[in-house]
């Protein structure tokens, strides 16, 4: 992930819309990716993850899409919720080593 | 019951305090991990411990130590607690064996006055 500072990047969308997250990661070796969803008073909870030799994976209602040319990662959410209400936060992580955490993106949904 | 149980929730102390913030987890897994989380910025590892008797430095150490009394226990501690370390902690484990993911406790949010 790529820290850019304090504020924390904002997306609001119309209940049932579709969402989309990016992430940029700074690691071109980074071999594994995972998105986090953090709501209000709660730890990270895993959404989905991918590896560097898949362009796409896809979840129940989520989708994450990689591209390793440009080092950018996002999150589709499919008909998004008033649940899916959050802060998103990527991470990735070179085999062996820590994962790297992006700033996070503060998902709205509106009624 | 969370798998990841941290205490406290909540703490605020003063400057120069001890502090100790212990994570307890029911997962087996072998590999924990402290982290601090600042507004706006991602999450920043403090310490990392694979077993009982591995612990690690992670990006941020300075000025807090670990102990990892079991394998279900990890502590975080600030030896003299400093205003710039008001922010919100969290513990995490993982099981290589299970995948890499970390599985995350709630959170201690610390002030220090």
């Known amino acids: 992930g790529e820290s850019v500072g304090l504020h924390l990047p904002t997306l609001s969308v119309q209940e049932g819309d579709n969402s989309i997250i990016n992430c940029a990661y700074s690691?071109?070796?980074?071999?594994?990716f995972i998105w986090y969803k953090q709501e209000s008073g709660k730890g990270p909870q895993f959404i989905i993850d991918?590896?560097?030799?898949?362009d796409k994976r896809q979840g129940q209602r989520v989708t994450v899409l990689l591209n390793k040319t440009v080092k950018h990662l996002s999150l589709q959410i499919a008909a998004t919720q008033p649940g899916d209400s959050a802060v998103y936060f990527c991470?990735?992580?070179?085999?062996?080593?820590?994962?790297?955490f992006g700033p996070g993106t503060r998902l709205s949904v509106l009624p | 019951d969370a798998d990841v149980t941290q205490t406290p929730r909540n703490r605020i102390t003063k400057t120069g305090k001890r502090i100790m913030l212990e994570c307890s987890q029911t997962?087996?897994?072998?590999?924990m991990y402290w982290y601090r989380q600042d507004p706006g910025l991602g999450l920043q590892l403090i310490y990392y411990?694979?077993?009982?008797?591995?612990?690690n430095k992670g990006e941020i150490s300075d000025g807090y130590s670990v102990s990892r009394q079991a394998q279900a226990k990890f502590s975080l501690s600030l030896e003299s607690a400093i205003p710039n370390q008001t922010a919100l902690y969290f513990c995490?484990?993982?099981?290589?064996?299970?995948?890499?993911?970390?599985?995350f406790g709630s959170g201690t949010q610390l002030s220090v006055l």
């Open positions: 991470a990735d992580r070179l085999n062996g080593q820590n994962f790297v």
């Open positions: 991918i590896r560097s030799n898949m």
């Open positions: 411990s694979f077993d009982v008797k591995d612990i």
């Open positions: 997962k087996g897994h072998d590999r």
């Open positions: 995490a484990t993982s099981d290589p064996r299970a995948g890499e993911k970390l599985f």
């Open positions: 690691n071109s070796a980074s071999d594994y």
